[in-house]
């Protein structure tokens, strides 16, 4: 896949943008920094277990799976890097 999306990147159009959410108020619903929080949407830090089990709690899809994307996208950046 070209340009693999970060983890990020799915945060916010899949899960802050239908809900309306700023930065500050997903900051505070998943109790995170909000410079935290820009960094992961910003793709400067990656989907934290911690993250992962708040986006559970609040219903946006399962810890495991947030966890399997910033996996995914780490392992995709990974073979960039060797390219």
Do not use: C
Not at 59 to 76: F, H, I, K, V
């Amino acid at each position: 896949m070209h340009n693999h999306p970060h983890p990020g990147e799915v945060l916010k159009e899949m899960v802050m943008a239908p809900l309306g959410l700023s930065v500050t108020e997903a900051s505070s619903r998943f109790s995170i920094s909000r410079a935290d929080m820009l960094s992961v949407l910003n793709g400067k830090a990656g989907i934290s277990s911690d993250l992962a089990e708040q986006l559970e709690l609040a219903g946006a899809g399962t810890a495991r799976a947030w966890l399997a994307l910033q996996a995914n996208y780490d392992l995709w950046a990974s073979q960039q890097d060797r390219k």
